[in-house]
């Protein structure tokens, strides 16, 4: 199932670099956090179409540069002040002409930690001068608005809190570029003491999020028991047929979705929510991180049992259903879906 999972990748890969999220009809955009986790499976590759996705991010915030001295020095008041996560696909241009909640902390923190992680296996990331002066305003920008207690979008681009996964990543990130810029340390525990004063929730009203995954796999922020509550939490609250849950009440494709709208309180939603796929491949990710790889393989089986066709997942299924939504292939789980197998194959053969 590998080859037609990357070539899914390869027909949403843009001439420049990144990705669209889906081909459907709402999802032709650069998210740059699609981008990032699909770029993850080349991290280890020996082709350029790792180098490329960054470079041209690093290539869009050098264009932004005004931005982000602006950014540096005054804290954002309205939310398309702060750094955009979505684009336009042909010339990755900022989005004016929608309402969008751009506090996305965890992209900027994901950004980071991709750029460190290239750099850590020997990948040309910062190609001069300017790439790096641009990742050590980024730095600074997540500084000056004080990420570990300023309320993001978080990873489902919907209301803002304060997020234990966005504060996550974005300690996560700045962990990584400390070898090679400049990053305090108080910047780092700032955010480390939050996600242990958020523990085990996600924010102070979201007991258990999919999002919280990120914790474990890719950043290992937590690890042993701290790791293996969260995974039990999201296992025992989240976890459906076909797909995890983003968290109880979600209203995004509920089956209630179409007649009600969205705007219902949470428990209105309960048992309606949809099943996201890439969060089968995910936990497979967390417990081969924990060293569970028995549990890692059945997730494995069960994310190649919901393929629509070989190496292409839809973004989810409507709750209890065999029914899909329309955004169709996800490039996001088929990215998942070979970083899970490539892993557990990679243990296998460790051990043999």
């Known amino acids: 199932m590998l080859i037609p999972s990357y070539q899914v990748l390869d027909r949403l890969r ?10 459907s009809e709402h999802y032709s955009y650069v998210w740059l956090r699609d981008s990032i986790y699909m770029s993850w499976p080349y991290l280890n590759k020996p082709g350029t179409e790792y180098e490329r996705a960054y470079a041209r991010m690093l290539d869009l915030f050098r264009s932004l540069e005004w931005k982000l001295d602006i950014l540096c020095r005054e804290k954002p008041v309205w939310e398309w002040e702060y750094v955009h996560a979505r684009y336009t696909a042909d010339d990755v241009a900022e989005i004016h002409d ?15 930690f991709g750029i460190g992680a290239g750099l850590d296996v020997g990948k040309r990331m910062l190609r001069d001068r300017k790439d790096s ?16 207690n300023d309320p993001d ?26 070898p090679h810029l400049e990053v305090p340390d108080s910047l780092i525990q700032a955010g480390l003491r939050t996600v242990l004063r958020l523990f085990p929730q996600e924010s102070e009203d979201r007991p258990v999020d ?34 995890v849950i983003r968290y109880a009440g979600d209203s995004y494709y509920s089956t209630l979705e179409a007649e009600h709208g969205r705007n219902q309180p949470l428990s209105f939603y309960y ?6 796929t890439f969060g089968l491949p995910w936990l497979a990710l967390c417990h081969l991180t924990l060293g569970n790889r028995e549990r890692a393989a059945e997730y494995i089986r069960r994310a190649e049992e919901v393929m629509l066709e070989p ?24 990215a998942m879906y070979i970083l899970a197998k490539e892993a557990y194959l990679a243990s296998m053969n460790k051990e043999s």
């Not at 050590?136 to 000056?144: A, C, F, S, T």
């Not at 048992?271 to 996201?276: I, K, N």
């Not at 839809?314 to 939504?325: A, D, G, H, W």
């Open 153 to 178: 979008n978080g990873m489902w681009e919907e209301g803002r809190a304060v997020h234990a996964s966005s504060v996550g990543a974005c300690v996560a990130g700045l962990r990584k570029l400390q």
């Open 210 to 243: 999919l999002a919280q995954l990120s914790l474990i796999y890719p950043y290992r922020l937590l690890d042993g028991l701290l790791a293996e509550t969260i995974v039990a939490r999201v296992e025992h609250s989240l976890l459906r047929e076909r797909g």
């Open 14 to 23: 843009l001439p420049h670099g990144l990705y669209i999220a889906s081909p």
């Open 311 to 334: 190496g292409v997942w839809p973004e989810l299924y409507y709750s209890k259903t065999s029914r899909p939504n329309p955004n169709t292939p996800l490039g996001w789980s088929s």
């Open 271 to 276: 048992r309606t929510e949809a099943e996201w």
């Open 98 to 112: 929608q309402d969008w909640g751009h506090v996305q902390h965890d992209m900027t923190g994901a950004l980071l």
């Open 133 to 148: 002066e641009i990742v050590q305003k980024l730095i600074r920008y997540l500084d000056n608005v004080e990420y570990w």
